[in-house]
């Protein structure tokens, strides 16, 4: 069986959903390139996002990131990975759905904060209490996710193969995307 990519896949979520690990295995998995929205913007500022933010500002950050998002989706057949504040910009999501198919990360509250509440690389986490900050952004964004033309429940336990398996999935239901060939 040959499975061949149509459109770019494009994961959302919040961060600590999984969308680079995810990606890079699903990627891997259908011998398709991976890309990732944050690394392409660090690489062409030469700076981190964190840097980037204290520097420049969310709204500064924002423009490039869709800028990159706009040039990285016309990649035929490619996985991309974006921040988890990509989505939530109309023009990102318009783009996303005209060019590519959106897949939705969906982990829950609890596990998103076991996965990031010891890292230093989130910026919008670096505030006085940032679970309640994460919970807050939780809320605000889940319903611009649900908007998705896929979505994909993260489950805490579940190892990263089994989650590109879970995508490829969900992406099988649409081809349009995903081609499934017997050989």
Not at 7 to 29: C, D, N, Q, S, Y
Not at 55 to 84: K, M, N, P, W, Y
Request: proline share 5%.
């Amino acid at each position: 069986m040959t499975i061949r990519l149509k459109k770019t896949v494009v994961l959302i979520g919040m961060m600590g959903a999984g969308k680079t690990a995810v990606g890079r295995a699903l990627a891997e998995r259908l011998h398709v390139p991976f890309m990732d929205s944050d690394e392409e913007i660090e690489r062409a500022a030469a700076m981190s996002i964190p840097e980037i933010f204290a520097r420049d500002g969310e709204d500064f950050f924002r423009a490039r990131e869709s800028e990159v998002i706009s040039r990285l989706i016309t990649t035929d057949g490619a996985i991309l990975s974006t921040g988890g504040g990509a989505f939530l910009q109309a023009r990102n999501r318009e783009v996303i759905h005209e060019k590519g198919v959106s897949v939705w990360l969906d982990a829950e509250l609890q596990t998103l904060w076991n996965r990031v509440r010891n890292k230093t690389t989130r910026p919008l986490l670096r505030t006085k209490d940032p679970k309640a900050t994460l919970t807050e952004i939780y809320h605000k964004r889940v319903p611009i996710y649900a908007k998705a033309d896929l979505r994909v429940t993260s489950e805490p336990r579940l190892p990263i193969p089994e989650m590109a398996e879970r995508v490829i999935e969900a992406l099988k239901t649409r081809p349009d995307v995903l081609e499934v060939c017997d050989d």
